[in-house]
C-alpha cells in the first residue's frame, strides 16, 4: 500500500502534476480578506508539467507583457507572476471569477500576439532586460490560444 503524501502549505504542491493536462486555467486559491473583497488566485498552465517548459526569455516576456496588457482591461489585476518550473503563472485578481478571467486572458494573449515590443525590456525598467524573447511569447500565446477550448479541462 502506497502513503499518501503528506499535506502541504502550498496549495500547488497538494497538486497532482501527473494527472493534469496542460494547456489549462484553474482556480488556484480563494482568499476573502477582512473587508470582504475576495483575492482569487489562477494557475495558467502553458506547458505539460514534467514534460516540458517554457523558456526564460519566453518567460519573462509573457509576465511583462500579460502583467502590462491585462490592466488595459480590468483594474483587477493584482500580480502575474511566473511559476519556477518555468510550465505557467500564476494571476492573482481581486473578485475576477473563472469565466470573465478567462475571457481577460483571451483578450490579453490576443494584445500579445499583435505587440511590437516587450514592455520594460530594458536596463532602467528591467532587472534582466537583456533577457527577452518578443517572438518566442508571441508563439506561446498563440499556441495557448489555439487550445481555448481545452483551457477548462485540467484532468489528463
Same mark, same amino acid.
Given at each position: 500500500m502506497t502513503e499518501s503524501p503528506q499535506r502541504m502549505n502550498v496549495e500547488s504542491f497538494n497538486l497532482d502534476h501527473t494527472a493534469v493536462r496542460a494547456p489549462f486555467v484553474r482556480i488556484a486559491d480563494r482568499k476573502r480578506l477582512p473587508g470582504g473583497d475576495e483575492l482569487i488566485k489562477y494557475d495558467? /498552465?502553458?506547458t505539460q508539467p514534467n514534460r516540458s517548459h517554457l523558456e526564460m526569455p519566453t518567460v519573462h516576456s509573457l509576465e511583462h507583457?500579460?502583467?502590462e496588457l491585462m490592466r488595459n482591461h480590468t483594474d483587477a489585476l493584482v500580480d502575474f507572476s511566473p511559476m519556477g518550473?518555468?510550465?505557467?503563472f500564476y494571476a492573482l485578481t481581486l473578485g475576477v471569477e473563472y469565466d470573465d478571467f478567462l475571457t481577460l486572458l483571451e483578450q490579453t494573449l490576443t494584445d500579445v500576439l499583435s505587440a511590437r515590443s516587450v514592455p520594460a525590456a530594458n536596463e532602467v525598467q528591467c532587472?534582466?532586460?537583456?533577457?527577452?524573447?518578443?517572438s518566442g511569447a508571441q508563439d506561446a500565446a498563440k499556441e495557448f490560444l489555439a487550445? /481555448?477550448?481545452e483551457w477548462r479541462d485540467i484532468d489528463a
Open positions: 495558467v /498552465r502553458f507583457m500579460v502583467a518550473c518555468q510550465t505557467g532587472g534582466w532586460g537583456a533577457n527577452h524573447s518578443l487550445h /481555448r477550448d
